[in-house]
């Protein structure tokens, strides 16, 4: 819409479930390069949500606001223990040698615990490496100096390049509206 100069993205969430997440992040990445894109965290850009939010141009915090959480966990649950104490028993049936693995029902096993850390390593990975691109740095700065899986409040965030301003929404939005937006380059970052 050639009527919108530029778009803010509002952003007060603790993150959740990594799906669309990449192509949400990249669909804000594409938008820089037509219309300038800001990202205020409103009080909270946390995981997905900072994940999206880091493909702005700008990406401001308030200043009680909290950014970062990068990483990725997911999670087994063993309820074997609780079956057998209330005298239940599950059984699955399945074709396919992995069809099951990592089910509730029973301890996970090596196999299936190695085969979920490498699935998280590698949404990690992804993780750090678009936040670095749509940020402007390396994924080893981003691995290194963006909380490490911890939150960051604004002095912390801004001293490690995780924002661009803390400011007030009120803030922000005099700028957009005066054109003082900073673009960032679009090109993406080395991988190192």
Do not use: W
């Amino acid at each position: 819409d050639s009527a919108v100069e530029a778009i803010l993205l509002d952003v007060d969430s603790p993150g959740g479930y990594q799906a669309m997440v990449p192509e949400a992040a990249a669909a804000v990445r594409a938008a820089r390069a037509i219309k300038p894109v800001v990202a205020i965290a409103r009080t909270l850009a946390a995981s997905a949500a900072y994940y999206i939010a880091s493909q702005a141009d700008e990406l401001v915090m308030t200043p009680s606001g909290v950014v970062g959480s990068i990483g990725v966990y997911s999670t087994h649950e063993d309820i074997s223990a609780l079956e057998a104490r209330i005298g239940i028993k599950t059984t699955l049936v399945s074709a396919g040698p992995y069809k099951v693995e990592g089910n509730m029902f029973e301890a996970l096993g090596d196999e299936a615990r190695a085969a979920m850390q490498a699935e998280v390593d590698a949404l990690y990975e992804e993780f750090l490496a678009d936040v670095a691109e749509g940020r402007g740095t390396t994924v080893a700065d981003v691995r290194e100096h963006y909380g490490q899986g911890r939150c960051m409040r604004a002095t912390q965030a801004l001293a490690a390049g995780a924002v661009d301003r803390v400011e007030t929404l009120e803030a922000v939005l005099e700028r957009m509206f005066a054109g003082d937006v900073t673009r960032r380059d679009a090109a993406p970052a080395a991988s190192a």
